[in-house]
């Protein structure tokens, strides 16, 4: 298995909906934590970074010596505007030659494994033509059966539509699938080339929805606790 990975976990400070939520704790852990802890689980990668623009949460690095590599991040780089693509893409810079691969893991996906890492860049390594893998889950209810609101005047989003055809039982929809946050991985030469984890021959990881919670709010980390309990159950 090729261990030469570089692993990415970004946890800003701030937070406007969800207060210090990358502080958090789940199952007795950090989300930060939480991510950090399945990246060395998974034996995958030779630098695990921990990017943030806050102090406390960089200390959360410090019990794991070595494995862990704190950066502080670039004051642009800590705004509401900046994107975990943008990181990524100015710390593979720095990097880049001494990696295979590099993956961004988030920690309000805090549900994710080892396990799911591991075997979301075993499905990446199957061809040399596969550049990438991220991580899916499917939605709640489906999404063709979405509508907006224009002046209050209910209007399909997909066409043919569902709704006016009378095919609205879910069993009857074809799948589709969102990213879950828990992972995006691609080999460092497309990467480099695309800077972007869609770029490129990408493929799809799937993952239950039990362990695809996204913490962006303090009710999310309540559902997530729940979950937490299932998934240890089963």
């Not at 909906?17 to 990668?45: H, M, W, Y």
């Amino acid at each position: 298995m090729d261990n030469q990975g570089l692993c990415i976990v970004p946890a800003r400070g701030g937070s406007k909906r969800f207060p210090r939520k990358n502080l958090a704790k789940l199952g007795g852990q950090s989300l930060v934590e939480r991510a950090i802890d399945a990246a060395l689980e998974s034996n995958l990668f030779s630098r695990v970074v921990l990017s943030s623009d806050d102090d406390e949460i960089l200390t959360l690095g410090e019990p794991y010596g070595a494995k862990v590599e704190p950066i502080k991040r670039d004051a642009k780089l800590a705004t509401d505007n900046a994107t975990a693509l943008e990181l990524v893409c100015e710390i593979t810079k720095q990097f880049s030659n001494q990696h295979s691969f590099v993956a961004l893991l988030l920690p309000t996906a805090p549900l994710r494994t080892s396990t799911h890492l591991v075997e979301g860049f075993k499905k990446m390594m199957l061809s040399d033509e596969i550049d990438g893998v991220v991580s899916l889950t499917t939605y709640e209810f489906p999404p063709q059966l979405s509508i907006v609101l224009e002046n209050e005047f209910i209007k399909p989003v997909f066409s043919p539509c569902p709704l006016i055809e009378g095919n609205t039982r879910s069993q009857d929809q074809a799948l589709i699938y969102r990213p879950n946050g828990a992972f995006y991985m691609q080999k460092l030469p497309s990467f480099s080339k695309n800077q972007n984890f869609w770029k490129g021959n990408v493929v799809g990881y799937v993952m239950d929805r039990k362990v695809s919670a996204d913490i962006d709010s303090a009710f999310d980390l309540k559902v997530a606790s729940l979950l937490i309990d299932e998934t240890k159950l089963n």
